[in-house]
């Protein structure tokens, strides 16, 4: 894998999310591994648990092949 830089100044939660999927799916992180990732230093841990949920509710509607 290559490193990536994602660039997101108002919608890091979104952001974070995406980036949370994509480990889960192309790069066989756990969902709880990914959740964690995604809580780091966020600005906006009042929405965390509500994304955390959607990051598990995608990964068990996405399996990887």
Known sequence: FHPVLVHADHSDHRTRL????????VQGWTPEQ??????EDSRRAFWLSAWRERLLEYAAAHRPP
């Open 34 to 39: 990914a959740g964690e990732e995604m809580a």
């Open 18 to 25: 995406v980036v949370a999927a994509y480990r889960v799916y």
